[in-house]
């Protein structure tokens, strides 16, 4: 069983598009995120929900826009896709407060072309 | 906000050797780090965490010590296998919200 599950695994797609990734978590936990990471690996928080409520939202163009319809939920949803968008978009959960952990998912390579 | 970064981009080891793995963070209130293991396609997977009121804490193979006087932390890995090359990341909290943030990571490679 997947604990953290992302889809797709790569999406490829043309400039100006719009995207969407999915993100299930199943391990009950109340806080979910989205981070970035480059070609460098440099690895960048975007959005944070706890409960289905935004709590951080780190300068990301809004373009981005996160969905949450539950807890165990966060999706997000990308605008007029440009090139510098290409990435790996990792999600991830914790319980509340972050303070025993994160587990990532597998990642999502999108690239813009 | 905070900031954390690795010391060297690559490092280079051979199986069995040990490993040292060292990382710089910037807040002194910080209080909480984690070390990330990612393999290649793969998203971060945790390896082990230390609290600000600990100096030293060993898992399997795997110890992590934390200097708060100069903000430092080093991840040691016993006798480096194979399947320990990844990039390694340091995370600390930011802010008052726990939420990690990540330096650039460290990728393990590790020669038979």
């Known amino acids: 069983d997947t604990a953290v599950s992302q889809t797709p695994k790569y999406l490829v797609t043309q400039m100006g598009n719009d995207k969407s990734i999915k993100c299930e978590q199943n391990?009950?936990?109340?806080?979910m995120y989205w981070y970035k990471q480059d070609s460098k690996k440099f690895l960048k928080i975007m959005f944070s929900?706890?409960?289905?409520?935004?709590?951080i939202n780190e300068t990301v163009p809004n373009r981005f826009s996160p969905k949450s319809p539950d807890k165990a939920h966060l999706n997000l949803h990308i605008n007029s896709l440009e090139l510098g968008d290409s990435a790996v978009y990792f999600c991830?959960?914790?319980?509340?407060?972050?303070?025993?952990?994160?587990?990532f998912g597998s990642g999502t390579r999108l690239t813009v072309v | 906000g905070e900031s954390v970064g690795l010391h060297l981009p690559t490092l280079s080891v051979q199986e069995g050797d040990n490993s040292i793995i060292n990382c710089a963070y910037s807040?002194?209130?910080?209080?909480?780090f984690i070390w990330y293991k990612q393999e290649s396609g793969k998203g971060p997977q945790f390896i082990i965490d230390?609290?600000?009121?600990?100096d030293k804490r060993q898992g399997q193979r795997v110890t992590v010590l934390l200097n708060k006087t100069v903000k430092h932390l080093s991840l040691q890995i016993a006798a480096t296998q194979p399947g320990d090359s990844a990039v390694y990341f340091c995370?600390?909290?930011?802010?008052?919200?726990?939420?990690?943030?990540f330096g650039r990571g460290t990728s393990l490679i590790v020669h038979p």
């Open positions: 391990l009950g936990h109340d806080t």
């Open positions: 995370a600390a909290p930011s802010g008052g919200s726990y939420i990690p943030t």
């Open positions: 929900y706890n409960n289905k409520e935004l709590i």
């Open positions: 230390i609290r600000s009121n600990m």
């Open positions: 807040n002194s209130a910080s209080d909480y």
């Open positions: 991830a959960s914790s319980p509340t407060g972050g303070r025993d952990g994160y587990t």
